[in-house]
């Protein structure tokens, strides 16, 4: 035991001396290729005496990296996170600026802009080798693993527990990748470690899911993570009761959507025993939080959330590398606009004012510090852990789903997915990846490219309402884009987050090409014949628009109807697959139709656009050419692609359901968010046993 504690001694000192050394040669080279840098008195100095000076340079701002940089950044966890992300070239060449000082006799010195460039490299350089060299001694690797592990045991009670730990979850989830997608990326060689997966005979199974009408990551992923997703009608909607309009990436929106879904199911989620929730709209019932937009409406602990950006940024390293990349990643976003601008390619959308920075916030910020989080959680030894990369949707809205931008995000996902997958090999317990998507994304160009025309214009003019001579663009809505809001802390404004409406005004809601439309002076819900006796025009309108698929209606006389072209009616009960209005939208559309209709929120009138079988193409409503929310082709394909020691996801759904003690067949196909909480709450179940439900008031973690 002691022979064995100072070997490990010894190691440490040895890297440390190593990179002490690397970052002396790196501050000597520096010092001879920039002008304002210097190591030597104006006197010159002989090679010794200079290369004295670079290790107490390059000690001291060591040290001083190690020791003062993590209390800088919680003291600064009160900035806004992308403003963090900008004083990290700063703060870096402040520290090294002190370390020279700190040299005897003065013999350092760097202006102030040279000093930003010099803290920058060493602070890579210093990162680099000392990964280098804890990767190579694979042994002393796993054993501080181990170590950590067994304190973590300690502390929460279950050390000294006979046999081996069971293995791990980690559900990654790769926001808006489609099914089809992710196959194509693989077969094409963009995506390197799935295709591994997929060609390998004891690899991973892909297994294709269908989303409810609502395509879209808040009724997905909360009825993936809660179980349920009642009365999630679209990513927008409008409540009459209240004024309000709910928004699924929003907050205080996140936050009561969780809070009804724990009512509704009388569970925690998914994550309650052991879990970690990392980049979600929700928590899942996990008390280990970062990134958790749900969370970050609650104040005091429940803004824990934000403790991920400490985690990630602590490390001065970590710092400028994503500093770094998220500059990178903004030039290379005005670039491809711009070629896309010069080549007029079509469809296209505007991609200026701030969406470079957002977009890189999405693909390099986010995925940066939910990696490291999740790479954290593993080191940790933690149960399950299930984690959101928005990277993809949020290019792929503004580029295309299969654009060459969107490609290139997957091949960096590929990459943190490698990553991920070579960290299990070193942590304490075994851990099972699974990979899924809560939507897909449908390409086309938008309703007011097409038409010359808002959905809300359309409206208005059928209601005989005054319309704008130029069309008013439908705001883009995204995950990512109210990520960047909470990071800003910057509070939803009470004009966006509630609507008090001009009494003959309809509320328009945009949910890529599912669209909503509500009368706030019509108590409760708003029937066909209320609306053909107040607007008479408006229905046919709506119905015969080229730009539209069909529409859902309550009739007095007949229940809930759908109307299409040519005065085409059907109640919603006689509604088939590859019949009517729902012909183009294939199997399964007439029972999602069906579910929204029950829902207490659901719209006086739900607007979906027209799909194209033949090429895919969809209409959004908003202001995106890869859009989803509605049903039509890709958006409502996602997938799970889960290892094959796994149970086959239609034997887990069959089984979680009780249709197989029923003497039921498994299902032909997953329908619906809900069914894919039932495979995951089944895998989690068959290697750790039942998972014991937490408190029913919202709150997460165990009771």
């Known amino acids: 035991m002691g022979d064995g504690r100072w070997r490990t001694a010894g190691s440490a000192l040895m890297r440390v001396i190593v990179v002490w050394a690397v970052s002396t040669l790196t501050m000597l080279v520096l010092a001879g290729i920039l002008p304002d840098f210097q190591l030597q008195s104006d006197d010159g100095d002989s090679v010794t005496r200079t290369a004295f000076t670079a290790a107490w340079g390059a000690g001291a701002f060591g040290l001083l990296s190690a020791l003062v940089w993590p209390v800088l950044v919680r003291a600064l966890l009160i900035v806004p996170a992308l403003v963090l992300g900008m004083l990290v070239f700063f703060l870096n060449g402040s520290l090294l600026l002190i370390a020279l000082r700190l040299i005897p006799d003065g013999r350092g010195a760097a202006a102030p802009e040279t000093a930003v460039v010099v803290a920058a490299v060493m602070s890579a350089v210093a990162s680099a080798t000392s990964t280098a060299l804890a990767v190579r001694d694979d042994n002393a690797y796993r054993r501080r693993l181990s170590r950590l592990a067994e304190r973590r045991r300690r502390r929460s009670g279950t050390a000294g527990a006979d046999g081996e730990q069971p293995p791990g979850t980690v559900f990654i989830q790769l926001d808006g990748v489609g099914h089809d997608v992710l196959a194509e990326a693989a077969a094409d060689g963009v995506m390197p470690t ?12 892909l297994t294709p899911w269908r989303t409810d009408w609502s395509s879209q990551t808040g009724a997905s992923q909360l009825g993936i993570l809660h179980g349920s997703n009642h009365d999630v009608p679209a990513f927008r909607w409008y409540e009459k009761e209240s004024g309000d309009i709910m928004v699924s990436s929003r907050p205080a929106s996140a936050l009561e959507l969780q809070r009804r879904a724990i009512g509704r ?10 879990g970690a929730s990392r980049g979600n709209l929700f928590s899942g019932g996990a008390a280990q939080l970062a990134l958790v937009l749900s969370m970050a409406a609650r104040r005091g602990k429940g803004r824990r959330s934000r403790a991920g950006y400490f985690a990630y940024f602590s490390d001065p390293a970590n710092a400028v590398r994503t500093a770094l990349s998220f500059v990178a990643e903004t030039g290379r976003e005005i670039g491809q606009s711009t070629r896309a601008r010069i080549r007029k390619e079509s469809p296209r959308i505007k991609r200026g004012g701030l969406y470079p920075f957002i977009r890189a916030f999405a693909t390099v910020v986010e995925r940066d510090v939910v990696v490291a989080a999740v790479i954290g959680d593993m080191f940790a030894g933690r149960t ?35 990553l991920i997958v070579k960290v299990a090999e070193h942590t304490p317990r075994s851990y099972r990846v699974v990979l899924l998507s809560d939507h897909g994304q449908s390409p086309g160009e938008t309703f007011a490219g097409a038409y010359g025309l808002t959905l809300k214009d359309l409206v208005r003019a059928g209601c005989g309402l005054p319309v704008p001579r130029r069309a008013q663009r439908s705001k883009s809505g995204s995950e990512a884009r109210d990520a960047v809001r909470t990071a800003l802390h910057r509070p939803v404004a009470e004009g966006e987050e509630k609507q008090v409406a001009i009494a003959s005004d309809p509320v328009v809601l945009a949910s890529g090409n599912l669209g909503l439309i509500s009368f706030p002076e019509i108590g409760g819900r708003a029937s066909q014949e209320q609306l053909d006796r107040r607007h008479p025009a408006l229905l046919s309108t709506l119905a015969n628009h080229p730009g539209i698929g069909f529409l859902l209606v309550r009739s007095e006389r007949d229940g809930s109807v759908v109307l ?5 009616r059907v109640p919603v009960a006689e509604l088939k697959d590859g019949q009517g209005p729902l012909a183009p939208f294939g199997p399964g559309a007439a029972d999602a139709v069906r579910r929204t209709d029950t829902f207490p929120h659901v719209a006086d009138v739900m607007v979906n656009s027209m799909y194209d079988p033949a090429t895919g193409r969809v209409h959004a409503f908003e202001e995106q050419i890869g859009s989803h929310g509605g049903l ?7 997938f799970l692609l889960s290892p094959r020691g796994m149970t086959d996801p239609l034997d887990a759904a069959a089984a979680e359901s009780g249709e197989v003690a029923q003497g039921g067949e498994r299902p032909a196909e997953l329908v619906g968010a809900e069914a894919v909480h039932r495979v995951l709450r089944y895998w989690l179940r068959e290697v750790s046993g039942p998972q014991v439900p937490v408190r029913t008031d919202g709150r997460s973690g165990a009771p």
């Open 384 to 418: 399950v852990v299930y984690a959101d990369l928005v990277a993809y949707d949020e290019v792929a809205h503004h580029s295309g789903p299969r654009s060459r931008d969107a490609e290139k995000v997957l091949a960096r996902l590929d990459r943190s997915l490698a």
């Open 632 to 638: 039509g082709g890709e958006q409502s394909r996602p």
């Open 564 to 568: 299409g072209r040519d005065q085409t």
């Open 194 to 205: 799935v295709a591994h997966w997929l060609a390998d005979a004891e690899g991973h199974r």
């Open 265 to 274: 199911t009388r569970d925690g989620g998914l994550l309650t025993v052991d």
